[in-house]
């Protein structure tokens, strides 16, 4: 044994030093664990968020589409259940699926994802025409009403047009195909 080892007051110190040691060195130890993968206790209040590759698409998850068209600035949305083949996917894996989609929402749930297109809405793009603008004969993209979006105006006066011509224009005449356009605009320039 040590010389000072044989005071009991000295081995009651050392003791002490090798028990306040070793409670420090487990206290640094447990501080550096989050930094290993470690957990920390989290607060009751703090809500925490799960890693994106947990979070799937069941087959009760709702899927949203959302589709804005630019030219015309409808918009479409559609709610349906996923197809089997999303079943099980996650955020990375939808996004691959999904390419040039925007997606705001992701949960199991419900997926919320938005795409711009260039062009006019189905009621725009396949719906024409003729109608008045500025007292004059106009082509429209759409149906009668508001929310028409003109194509193009002509130098047709409705002034020139029969009164029963007018009258129809005024209401909206629908043509079916480019063709039709271009006869029924002749037909009323001859007037």
Known sequence: MLPFLKNPKH????ASVVILGFIAIRLYAGALSPLRGGMMPVPQETEVARPDSKIKI???????QKIVYLKCNDEETFRTKPADNLVGLNLSQVQKVYEGWTIDKFDNQEVVMNLKVDSFCREHANNTFIGVKDGHVAVYYGKPGPRAILKEMTQI???RLSAQDA????RG???????????TLEGLQSQ
């Open 167 to 170: 009258d129809e224009i005024k």
């Open 11 to 14: 081995r009651l110190i050392l």
């Open 58 to 64: 069941t087959a009760t998850t709702d899927l949203v």
């Open 173 to 183: 005449l629908a043509v079916q195909s480019r063709e039709e356009l271009l006869r």
């Open 157 to 159: 006066p409705l002034t």
